[in-house]
């Protein structure tokens, strides 16, 4: 009945539409296609998908995709809903219905029930029973598939930098100061001009919905419980306006802006950002070309029966998650781009992916309001430096010229205790960013788990605020923490048991 209605006002509705192209859409709603018809066009001359519940033909599209015509050739004919859901939003197709005709509705019978997704059900000790972030990840192995867990998990290379990132925290040491009145403490701080509870965002970290059905929605909630600013992904399982629906009033986003090749779509995204209230542009810079995460390549590639030989793939086995989602960045941006940038919004632009104090001044001298003192999660360049130890040598060159308090730094990777937020905070740093543990968190227990890890991470910091004698975050100083061996990669250091009992190398997967 709803469909007969919604015919009759295609033809009753004044509209520009020719008569010709409704015929044609009223015929594709009523036609009732079997699989066994979708199966027949299994070619790169006639590829049709089923996608929930209904069949489009993507032989055009196909090789304008970003992520490459091979993954949709390799659909050609098949139900490819259960992929589709790790990638992308139910309401992908709106925005390309001239590229993508619907060519029928799939027949009932013929629709699986959804009884697969990338979250495998598993046994989990109860929320509560977890006592800090590193607890997470072992109940997120359990839950997750294993291409997902290698996606998230994955570094470069030998995947040095990834374990260095904890590991330098494991260099500074703290200063206790005694004899202080730290009965009131106040763990809030303000990131231009808007507070938070404590110094602490979510990373945008692309494919939410690899941990959970409920995706970058789970982020949204526990930011928004913990009263703390989300950074939401260019590259997200939802889009910005699904994400920001659930925000509680009152709550801020930042956006994360991988830039497009194509201009006119990065000002399209911007712009729908400004249009959900986001504040802030984190822009980044550090990835020109996605690095070898060899866990992510293996573990992507699914040896899937295909009807012919790809001249696309030119030998790369898919390449992993990250090179399909990363095409569409433009490995051309520099500096000039960010007064561009400027132009084309009103949010605070931040430079992420800052790894020296050389560039650290140039984004200070081009404009930028704030920078992420970042290398990617260990996943672009190995043997890069981590973001703790990169952090003094910027705040002390933007010291030397002029720019201490004018530009606001940030920083991520590898914080998993409270204390790796009072050491980054006493180093320099005004906030900073934590990815994977909310992925972990998310992964096994939705929003209650991404509230729970912040709420850990926030009393850790409380408790290292009181015993360090500080009452108040901007009382936090270098005085209050040591850094000799921070720079030497090879001494002593104490040994992570959390951290490594939870690290997975690439032989273990």
Same mark, same amino acid.
């Given at each position: 009945?709803?469909?007969?209605?919604?015919?009759?006002?295609?033809?009753?509705t004044?509209?520009k539409?020719?008569?010709?192209?409704?015929?044609?859409?009223?015929?594709?709603m009523?036609?009732?296609?079997? $699989?066994?018809?979708?199966a027949?066009?299994?070619?790169?001359?006639?590829?049709?998908?089923?996608?929930?519940?209904?069949v489009?033909?993507?032989?055009?599209?196909?090789?304008?995709?970003?992520?490459?015509?091979?993954?949709?050739?390799?659909?050609?004919?098949?139900?490819?809903?259960?992929?589709?859901?790790?990638?992308?939003?139910?309401d992908?197709?709106d925005?390309?219905?001239?590229?993508?005709?619907?060519?029928?509705? $799939?027949d009932?019978?013929?629709?699986?029930?959804?009884? &697969?997704?990338?979250?495998?059900?598993?046994?989990?000790?109860? @929320?509560?029973y @977890?006592?800090n972030?590193?607890?997470?990840?072992?109940? *997120?192995?359990?839950c997750?598939?294993?291409?997902?867990?290698a996606?998230?998990?994955?570094g470069?290379?030998? &995947?040095?930098?990834?374990? &260095?990132?904890?590991?330098?925290?494991?260099?500074v040491w703290l200063?206790?100061?005694?004899?202080?009145?730290?009965? &009131?403490?106040d763990?809030?701080?303000e990131?231009?001009?808007?507070?938070? *509870?404590?110094?602490?965002?979510?990373?945008?970290?692309?494919l939410a919905?690899?941990?959970?059905?409920?995706?970058?929605?789970c982020?949204?909630?526990?930011?928004?419980?913990q009263?703390?600013?989300?950074?939401?992904?260019?590259?997200?399982s939802?889009?910005?306006?699904?994400i920001?629906a659930?925000?509680?009033?009152?709550?801020i986003h930042?956006?994360?802006l991988?830039?497009?090749?194509?201009?006119?779509?990065?000002?399209?995204?911007?712009?729908?950002?400004?249009?959900?209230?986001?504040? *802030?542009?984190?822009?980044?810079v550090?990835a020109?070309q996605?690095?070898?995460?060899?866990?992510d390549?293996?573990?992507?590639?699914?040896?899937e *029966?295909?009807?012919?030989e790809?001249?696309?793939q030119?030998?790369n086995?898919?390449g992993?998650?990250a090179?399909?989602?990363?095409?569409?960045?433009d490995p051309? $941006?520099?500096?000039?781009?960010?007064?561009?940038?400027k132009k084309?919004t009103?949010?605070?632009?931040?430079?992420?992916?800052?790894?020296?104090?050389?560039?650290?001044v140039?984004?200070?001298?081009?404009?930028?309001?704030?920078?992420?003192v970042?290398?990617?999660?260990?996943?672009?360049?190995?043997?890069s430096?981590?973001?703790?130890?990169?952090?003094p040598?910027?705040?002390?060159?933007l010291k030397k010229?002029?720019?201490?308090?004018?530009m606001e730094?940030f920083?991520?990777?590898?914080?998993?205790?409270?204390?790796?937020?009072?050491?980054?905070?006493?180093?320099?740093a005004?906030?900073?960013?934590?990815?994977?543990?909310?992925?972990?968190?998310a992964a096994g227990?939705?929003?209650?788990g991404?509230t729970?890890?912040?709420?850990? @991470?926030?009393d850790?910091?409380r408790?290292?605020?009181?015993l360090c004698?500080?009452?108040r975050?901007?009382?936090?100083?270098d005085?209050?923490?040591?850094?000799k061996?921070l720079?030497?990669?090879?001494?002593?250091?104490?040994r992570?048991?959390m951290?490594?009992?939870?690290?997975?190398?690439?032989?273990?997967?």
């Amino acid at each position: 009945r709803p469909r007969a209605n919604h015919i009759h006002r295609l033809f009753t509705t004044p509209t520009k539409i020719s008569s010709e192209v409704v015929v044609k859409k009223v015929a594709a709603m009523s036609k009732v296609i079997p $699989l066994s018809e979708v199966a027949k066009h299994n070619k790169k001359s006639d590829c049709w998908i089923a996608v929930h519940g209904k069949v489009y033909d993507l032989t055009k599209f196909a090789h304008e995709h970003p992520g490459g015509s091979h993954i949709l050739f390799n659909l050609a004919g098949k139900d490819g809903s259960r992929i589709f859901d790790t990638i992308h939003t139910p309401d992908i197709f709106d925005g390309y219905k001239e590229e993508v005709p619907m060519v029928g509705e $799939l027949d009932p019978k013929d629709i699986k029930q959804k009884d &697969e997704s990338a979250v495998k059900k598993g046994e989990k000790p109860p @929320l509560e029973y @977890l006592l800090n972030a590193f607890e997470f990840e072992q109940v *997120a192995k359990d839950c997750m598939s294993a291409p997902a867990y290698a996606y998230i998990s994955s570094g470069s290379d030998d &995947e040095v930098t990834l374990r &260095e990132n904890h590991h330098a925290f494991g260099r500074v040491w703290l200063k206790p100061r005694v004899m202080v009145n730290v009965r &009131e403490i106040d763990t809030s701080c303000e990131v231009f001009g808007y507070k938070m *509870a404590f110094p602490v965002m979510i990373a945008p970290t692309a494919l939410a919905k690899l941990a959970h059905p409920d995706g970058e929605k789970c982020y949204c909630i526990g930011a928004g419980n913990q009263k703390i600013i989300q950074v939401i992904p260019t590259l997200g399982s939802l889009t910005v306006e699904e994400i920001t629906a659930v925000k509680q009033p009152g709550q801020i986003h930042f956006m994360q802006l991988y830039v497009n090749t194509d201009r006119k779509k990065t000002e399209n995204l911007v712009r729908r950002a400004e249009k959900c209230g986001c504040k *802030a542009l984190f822009v980044t810079v550090d990835a020109p070309q996605m690095g070898r995460r060899e866990k992510d390549m293996r573990m992507k590639y699914v040896p899937e *029966a295909t009807n012919q030989e790809d001249d696309d793939q030119e030998g790369n086995r898919g390449g992993g998650t990250a090179n399909y989602l990363s095409s569409f960045i433009d490995p051309a $941006l520099n500096w000039a781009d960010i007064a561009a940038l400027k132009k084309m919004t009103s949010m605070k632009i931040v430079i992420k992916g800052i790894q020296c104090a050389e560039d650290a001044v140039l984004a200070y001298k081009h404009g930028a309001h704030g920078i992420v003192v970042s290398n990617h999660g260990g996943r672009q360049l190995d043997y890069s430096r981590s973001g703790i130890e990169t952090l003094p040598e910027v705040m002390q060159a933007l010291k030397k010229c002029g720019a201490e308090g004018k530009m606001e730094v940030f920083m991520d990777g590898g914080v998993r205790r409270g204390t790796d937020v009072f050491k980054a905070i006493a180093l320099g740093a005004k906030a900073v960013l934590v990815g994977r543990p909310s992925i972990y968190a998310a992964a096994g227990y939705g929003a209650k788990g991404v509230t729970r890890v912040l709420q850990l @991470l926030k009393d850790e910091f409380r408790t290292a605020m009181m015993l360090c004698g500080t009452t108040r975050v901007n009382e936090i100083n270098d005085t209050m923490v040591t850094m000799k061996s921070l720079h030497h990669h090879y001494v002593a250091s104490p040994r992570a048991d959390m951290y490594e009992y939870g690290y997975t190398p690439f032989s273990k997967l």
